[in-house]
């Protein structure tokens, strides 16, 4: 069966792993990104690290077809860069994918956003295999997004395409990191909903909150969660105003892109049907009915292992 | 040249033409829709008149590859129906393209929705010639969207993709068509922004608008331009909140399909640059600059051909 060699670069861990054509992981590893000392350390650690492990397996760059990469965006993906990602300072104008290559016997590389190759994971490997259009959404510390169009990834003139979590949901609403006021993910992010949660807190509302967090500073949406099944009202209605907030952005989504199934992943779905029975009414009631009839919303399939089989099934669609 | 024989369906008019493979029209005409009184009256007589015209260019079925048909949504594509369209009650169900085919020697057909269709059309024939990523806005009635990803239309599931008039732009404002509050339709159609200046003149404003249109109920947004000309304050204000809006659901377009160009189309189109300067501005402040950086926006180009042309560009591409 082909193989590739797949990396998912993060400002804190740069994972690899070899990737079957089928999605299954022959192994792994990560080494830390250190990314304030620059990319040239960082990909040159975790091509030493990679080579062990190619060693263990008893494989060598000729056993693969094409390595992919996952990394933050912005990105000049043409030229295999990352073009002023805030979380990889200096990292910008080094090509990524050319250093990766050139360690591995000048295999084919090709670097894609993290959410959009998670999208393309999703779709061959995991909670989208076997249907023709899926976006996947992550609700985490922001929100983030990636769309396969009719089977194809949609990268969009640069590479940069499916930042949903700028839909608007207000015009006059918190200040998004983006510059904007009011986007999707500055009232649904997992950082968004505690965001809520403590300022209600601070504006004198009392709660179970405040005990089971340890100070009202340190609450977060497993505290939430945890208050919503002992019945906290104040954890309830945030609860519910998130809902609320993901499924307007969710029911923007599916009138977007008509999709066949929306895959969302991120810490927020540790919620399970907690989360996801309202959310799908949530957003069903914001879509068009022939729309939502056809789109179902589905938990995340490949789990932590998303950012490298993400990278695989990017770097599978680069060789055919 | 191979040829292709479009529909245009609306409410009020069926148009047709006879369309070239470079999509330079050949010979065009229309009839009444007469939507109430059923499709198959309706596709017998655009049937009728479409074989006249071939007589008159001495074509015959046979020298057409393809029947394309634009048709306000929803839609059921598949089986080539309309599917609850507001305008053209009672016609769900009726298979218009297989209707259409057989009233032409069983050529293949396909329907689209319009503004997917002028989506394609403007990509292949129209403004977003030469360019991969085209997103299509209309800005009239309401607002509509299409979008051509990496060269090819995105139809989604059921053939219902780019509703784009129903982006939020707030969780609170006007009721939409579609029941949601707040949709980007009601803050910037052509509509819209003819309601907020009658609503504004309600509350008391005064302006030369109320003479101008004679009568504030009779006030459109050709009158709220030809007042902004003559330095009307409260036009001015009303468009510059329009420019705003628009700008708003723009950049989220942008942000959403990092696309190479976005083609402008509909009445309020005829506005021209001093709608499309400020416009552009407004679009590229809500959007990330490397996406707004390699996108531009420009008006489109097939004008009152884009129904026809664009039913052509699906044919076209049905046939391959």
């Not at 022959?26 to 620059?38: F, I, N, P, W, Y």
């Not at 084919?108 to 999703?122: H, K, Q, S, V």
């Not at 009202?216 to 208050?227: F, K, R, Y």
Request: proline fraction near 4%; include cysteine; charge should be neutral.
């Amino acid at each position: 069966m082909r193989k590739v060699l797949a990396f998912d670069l993060g400002g804190t861990k740069f994972a690899f792993g070899v990737v079957n054509e089928d999605g299954s992981v022959l192994g792994s590893g990560r080494v830390e990104t250190h990314a304030e000392k620059g990319p040239a350390q960082a990909c040159d650690r975790v091509a030493a690290e990679a080579h062990k492990l190619l060693d263990e397996l008893k494989l060598k760059p000729a056993d693969f077809v094409a390595i992919g990469v996952a990394s933050p965006g912005p990105l000049d993906i043409s030229r295999g860069c990352v073009d002023g990602s805030p979380n990889l300072p200096g990292w910008t104008g080094y090509s990524i994918t050319e250093a990766l290559s050139k360690s591995f016997g000048g295999l084919p590389a090709r670097i894609d956003n993290d959410c959009n190759a998670a999208a393309l994971g999703e779709f061959r490997f995991g909670a989208g295999k076997g249907k023709k259009n899926v976006v996947y959404i992550t609700v985490s510390t922001g929100i983030g997004g990636g769309a396969v169009i009719d089977g194809r990834l949609m990268r969009g003139s640069n590479g940069n395409a499916a930042e949903l979590g700028h839909i608007p949901l207000t015009m006059d609403g918190p200040r998004c990191g983006c510059g904007n006021l009011g986007c999707w993910e500055v009232y649904a992010s997992g950082t968004a909903i505690a965001r809520r949660a403590r300022e209600a807190l601070a504006a004198g509302r009392t709660s179970s909150l405040t005990v089971l967090a340890g100070g009202a500073e340190h609450v977060t949406t497993h505290h939430i969660l945890q208050a919503v099944a002992q019945g906290d009202a104040l954890s309830k209605e945030i609860w519910e105003q998130s809902i609320n907030y993901l499924g307007r952005g969710l029911g923007a989504v599916i009138n977007t892109f008509n999709p066949d199934v929306i895959v969302v992943g991120g810490g927020v779905t540790a919620a399970g049907d907690t989360l996801f029975v309202p959310m799908r009414q949530s957003a069903n009631s914001y879509a068009f009915p022939r729309l939502s009839a056809v789109c179902t919303i589905v938990p995340a399939g490949l789990g932590g292992n998303v950012g490298v089989v993400g990278a695989a099934a990017c770097a599978f669609e680069h060789v055919g």
